[in-house]
């Protein structure tokens, strides 16, 4: 199935599952080489796996969702690299589902001002899918810049079916004007 689309979510964490219940049972206590692995260890082997295999698929000029998940493991030991898959990733994608996968992962580990470099160099309103704004309003939040928020909800007007991101709006909207009120307060 990864041949044919290397962006099947579901057929790669399949695989990926296995690739790492394979790493853990190879570190496992049955070989005397490795029987004083601890669960970080095997923890560490298994991640080491998975990356191979994503390395393995990334090479496929289509591939984004592997860069996806490199970059995810990645992230607390090599931001440079970690922002660099992210990017292509992004760039091989033109729906922008990578996108918003590269900037929740951003937001994840504390990360909004790179999501917000990433996110407004690649978003394409009308486009992509609209679930982009929403990251990146909400990483504009979180980094304490409400006019960049302000920005990014403006660029929903871009989008062509307004009546399919009416709830996003709103819900845009309302995270934005909470974020200007407790500016306020301070």
């Not at 695989?15 to 496992?28: F, H, K």
């Not at 592997?66 to 990733?89: K, M």
């Not at 960049?148 to 845009?172: G, M, S, V």
Request: cysteine-free; glycine content about 6%; overall charge negative.
């Amino acid at each position: 199935m990864l041949s044919d689309d290397p962006n099947n979510e579901r057929a790669f964490r399949a695989l990926a599952e296995i690739v790492r219940r394979r790493a853990a049972e190879a570190s496992g206590d049955d070989d005397p080489l490795t029987a004083t692995l601890d669960e970080s260890e095997r923890q560490r082997a298994a991640d080491l796996a998975v990356w191979a295999l994503g390395e393995e698929l990334a090479g496929n000029p289509r591939a984004w969702y592997p860069l996806i998940e490199v970059a995810r493991l990645s992230v607390r030991d090599d931001h440079e690299g970690t922002l660099r898959r992210l990017t292509t990733a992004t760039e091989r994608d033109p729906s922008g589902r990578a996108l918003v996968d590269a900037l929740a992962l951003l937001r994840e580990v504390g990360m909004p001002v790179e999501a917000l470099g990433l996110g407004t160099g690649h978003w394409r309103p009308r486009e992509h899918v609209p679930e982009i704004a929403r990251e990146l309003v909400l990483a504009a939040v979180e980094a304490g810049r409400p006019l960049d928020a302000k920005q990014h909800l403006a660029a929903l007007d871009l989008y062509p079916d307004q009546r399919k991101i009416a709830t996003l709006r709103d819900e845009l909207v309302h995270a934005v004007a909470q974020a200007e009120q407790s500016i306020q307060g301070t």
